[in-house]
């Protein structure tokens, strides 16, 4: 066997961010926009009842005009059909899932419960899963 992919010896549940901020399936979205400017995430986990039911980002805000988006809720322009990641599976796969999709951040799901979140996959956790590996290879 060949020499290990960095990402190969890191699992999401090592870097996954574990404090999700999540949004309600009513919320409208004027309300998200402030969730945008004030966190500066690209794109949030709608959760309704502690079941994940979508993923909203910037960019479906986006689609909707400017005076719509007092009476339009989240639910409305969701993702529903999400690509997730379980806390066990390696970073490699977290980021081939979110290469193959084009998404920029990946739920992270109980693998016997995938409406349960318990983190979420960001770029910026990707980088931070970089630097471990790298420290684990080079010792």
């Not at 009513?26 to 986990?45: Q, V």
């Not at 109980?110 to 910026?124: A, L, Y």
Request: aromatic share 6%; charged share 30%.
């Amino acid at each position: 066997m060949g020499r290990p992919y960095a990402l190969d010896v890191i699992t999401v549940e090592e870097v996954m961010t574990r404090n999700v901020i999540t949004v309600p399936s009513d919320m409208p979205i004027a309300a998200l926009e402030i969730m945008f400017e004030e966190y500066g995430h690209m794109g949030y986990p709608i959760v309704e009842k502690d079941r994940l039911v979508g993923i909203v980002t910037l960019s479906d805000v986006q689609k909707v005009p400017s005076e719509k988006r007092g009476e339009t809720r989240v639910i409305e322009i969701a993702s529903k059909n999400l690509i997730v990641a379980y806390p066990d599976e390696t970073m490699r796969e977290a980021l081939d899932k979110m290469y193959k999709h084009n998404v920029g951040r990946l739920p992270v799901v109980e693998r016997n419960n995938p409406q349960r979140i318990v983190g979420i996959i960001s770029k910026k956790d990707i980088l931070r899963a970089f630097e471990i590996a790298t420290g684990r290879i080079i010792e």
